[in-house]
């Protein structure tokens, strides 16, 4: 690309000598921009095929977590469990439910329960297949039920297409709500503002942060339901945490409360 914008810009300079050979050099910046969008293309499903077979394995300190980048979105899917062949949560399908479901077969595990931070459609569309197939339930918290109903306010409707609404969940949960599989025991953690039932799900020194709080960010309170205020009294219970607990969040890398405290402007004024 940037060879593309190189030759677009500098053929207007060229000498007339060389400009009477313009129609000779015009293919050339088409050419060129063929060549770089193909190869921007070739790399980006690369990059896809190799996330998928050299996913992260990250770690509690007693529990494997398999992070995942899904859909379009690149939105973080998780596989938590103790050990291979036992129980696990799936956090956020938000999408290739088929690839997962793969991933889930291949760890030998048994989806015990999907776990929702909240309603998005991002964070949501491969629930419905992902039940189906493995017959687990789905818990989330109450507020943000309505959203699997409305694809107005998850925003299925515009932005994925999605006209009908999801099987309702199974379990409604509650801030200090505690969510067990095989070996995992996490703590629901209520923290409303990016959406009215946005839920993080910590414990054994990791905290799963969804939309709530990225590296460097926090979710957006522009969309259906999001609440400013709210989000800045939810985000001074991080500081409750010890420094080293780690954050796994809906979008983009995993950090720590501590670099979060230090550097992340909404957490640190
Ligand atoms: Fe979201």
């Given at each position: 690309m940037y060879l593309y914008v190189l030759i677009c810009t500098i053929i207007p300079f060229l000498p007339d000598t060389v400009k009477g050979?313009?129609?000779?050099?015009f293919p050339l910046p088409v050419i060129c921009k063929s060549v770089c969008l193909s190869a921007i293309c070739i790399s980006r499903s690369f990059l896809d095929f190799f996330s998928w077979v050299c996913y992260p394995v990250l770690r509690g300190e007693n529990m494997k977590i398999l992070q995942f980048a899904l859909g379009g979105n690149k939105t973080n899917g998780y596989?938590?469990?103790q050990e291979d062949g036992g129980e696990c949560f799936v956090i956020d399908p938000g999408a290739e439910a088929q690839k997962l479901y793969e991933k889930i077969q291949a760890h030998s595990l048994r989806v015990k329960e999907?776990?929702?931070?909240?309603?998005h459609f991002d964070h949501i569309m491969a629930v419905d297949e992902l039940r189906?197939?493995?017959?687990?339930?789905?818990?989330?918290h109450a507020s943000d039920a309505c959203m699997l109903q409305d694809g107005q306010k998850s925003y299925a409707l515009p932005f994925a297409g999605r006209q009908a609404p999801f099987h309702p969940p199974s379990r409604l949960l509650q801030d200090g709500d505690k969510v067990s599989c095989e070996g995992v025991t996490l703590t629901v953690m209520h923290t409303p503002g990016h959406t009215p039932g946005s839920v993080c799900y910590g414990g054994d020194g990791v905290?799963?942060?969804g939309d709530t709080l990225f590296a460097g960010s926090v979710g957006r309170c522009?969309?259906?339901?999001?609440?400013?205020?709210a989000l800045i009294n939810s985000l001074s219970r991080f500081h409750a945490f010890p420094a080293e607990t780690r954050l796994y969040p809906g979008h983009g890398s995993s950090t720590s409360i501590g670099k979060e405290i230090r550097t992340n402007p909404f957490l640190c004024r």
């Open positions: 050979k313009q129609r000779i050099l596989l938590v469990f999907i776990l929702l931070t909240h309603g189906n197939v493995t017959g687990a339930g789905l818990a989330m905290i799963f942060t522009d969309l259906w339901g999001g609440d400013e205020d």
